[in-house]
């Protein structure tokens, strides 16, 4: 098997140390994440990660479903090593890094361990504290979380600055959606979520926004963001069973322009980061929600 990983270590092993606060002050951090299963959620993450790339983003693609991960097979890449060698010490963060389409970096998990889904907080502290010496090379950290409301999810939406809830029509998946949004408002302080509608025309789309926003007007101060739906499209049976995203496998396709206008939605969302206040960086953060 080739190592894939061979060309991004001797770059890294170069790699100046990270830039102080406010010099790498732009990158910004975006948790992809659902309260069911079942909802896309890693094929949009995918296919977004394509556009800030087409866009000329440099794109740092974190596989955070912990002992579940499938990003590897939806782009085809075989990662000789995972997380789980730099757990056991095998290996260094640095090192198991692989490059996908368009210069994608991507940080492969594990998939088919148990164990991966309750790090201790000394492992988990370990690789923190890798990857932070990375982020200074990235201008977005996309991160593909598990489903559900299990700690490991919590904390990572918990870091980052942006949530993007991923959700379809199904009433389980909009209330496992509204009850994940719930907890990070509660338990978490975090009042701000954007709203993928996946499998959905714009009406549809527009009519889970909506039905989300009365409730919380209702019960909850919470502040969401529409960033657009993806329609129901029989080629994405067809892309996976390529493991090639669809925005790449047919660019001209409606689901591929939905992915481009939601990407570049998340963008001008985003805005301009604050110069004066300063902000924890996402791997700080990340952090410190592990000793609360």
Same mark, same amino acid.
């Given at each position: 098997? *080739?190592?894939q990983a061979e060309p991004l270590r001797k770059k890294f092993s170069k790699s100046s140390p990270p830039a102080p606060r406010g010099i790498n002050s732009n990158i910004r951090s975006l948790?992809?994440?659902s309260g069911k299963g079942g909802v896309g959620?890693?094929? &949009? %993450? %995918? *296919? #977004? @990660?394509i556009h800030f790339a087409q866009m000329g983003k440099k794109v740092f693609l974190v596989d955070a479903d912990l002992g579940l991960a499938n990003i590897d097979i939806m782009l085809n890449? @075989? =990662?000789e090593y995972t997380i789980e060698d730099v757990l056991i010490g095998k290996k260094q963060i640095n090192e $198991? $890094? %692989?490059? !996908? =389409? #368009? !210069?994608?970096? &991507? #940080?492969p998990s594990s998939s088919g361990i148990s164990e991966m889904q309750s790090l201790s907080g000394q492992q988990q502290m370990s690789i923190l504290k890798s990857l932070g010496k990375l982020q200074s090379q990235y201008d977005y950290i996309l991160i593909d979380t /598990?489903? /559900? &409301?299990?700690?490991n999810v919590l904390r990572f939406n918990a870091a980052v600055d942006e949530i993007c809830v991923i959700t379809n029509t199904e009433p389980t998946a909009l209330t496992d959606a509204y009850a994940l949004m719930k907890i990070m408002s509660s338990k978490y302080q975090i009042h701000d979520f954007s709203l993928i509608v996946n499998q959905a025309t714009p009406q549809e789309a527009n009519s889970v926004y909506q039905r989300l926003v009365n409730v919380f007007d209702q019960f909850l101060s919470v502040t969401l963001n529409f960033a657009g739906n993806i329609p129901r499209d029989l080629n994405f049976v067809k892309a996976i069973k390529q493991q090639t995203p669809l925005s790449l496998l047919l660019p001209k396709s409606p689901s591929t322009k939905a992915f481009r206008n939601i990407a570049q939605q998340l963008v001008a969302h985003a805005g301009q980061p604050d110069p004066i206040n300063d902000v924890p960086s996402f791997w700080n953060r990340l952090g410190s929600w592990k000793r609360k």
């Open positions: 098997m *080739n190592d948790s992809f994440t959620k890693t094929t &949009i %993450v %995918v *296919n #977004l @990660a890449i @075989a =990662p $198991i $890094i %692989v490059e !996908g =389409p #368009l !210069g994608i970096h &991507i #940080l /598990g489903a /559900g &409301i299990a700690p």
